[in-house]
Nanobody, 125 residues
Framework: QVQLVESGGGLVQAGGSLRLSCAVS????????MGWFRQAPGKSRESVAT????????FYADSVKGRFTISRDNAKNSVYLQMNSLKPEDTAVYYC??????????????????WGPGTQVTVSS
């Protein structure tokens, strides 16, 4: 059974930083791309960042480019999201997810088949 558990969310002032972590079990982690997504109240879920199975390829939403960094440690079956220069509009529940197909990377939420329960990030102005 595939399980994902996020941690690291919380309340931070605008301009501050947070680092999210996601631990994955039950899948050959090093074969799958990973993604971070977020959903704000009243809005649809959106892709924030994705990273390939090796970590050599990354993609970011335009809204977070230059501020967020996705990384992974295949030895620890974990993926991370370093968030700097946070803005109130970054407030959302953040989810990590594992891609459904090995050796494939896309940004569409529909292509990710296992999700963590989410962690709340709140940025105050």
């Amino acid at each position: 059974q595939v399980q994902l558990v996020e941690s690291g969310g919380g309340l931070v002032q605008a301009g501050g930083s947070l680092r999210l972590s996601c631990a994955v079990s039950g899948r050959i982690f090093r074969q799958y791309a990973m993604g971070w997504f977020r959903q704000a109240p009243g809005k649809s879920r959106e892709s924030v960042a994705t990273i390939s199975w090796s970590g050599g390829t990354t993609f970011y939403a335009d809204s977070v480019k230059g501020r967020f960094t996705i990384s992974r440690d295949n030895a620890k079956n974990s993926v991370y999201l370093q968030m700097n220069s946070l803005k109130p509009e970054d407030t959302a529940v953040y989810y990590c997810a594992v891609h459904s197909t090995p050796w494939s990377i896309t940004g569409s939420a529909a292509e990710y088949d296992y999700w963590g329960p989410g962690t709340q990030v709140t940025v105050s102005s």
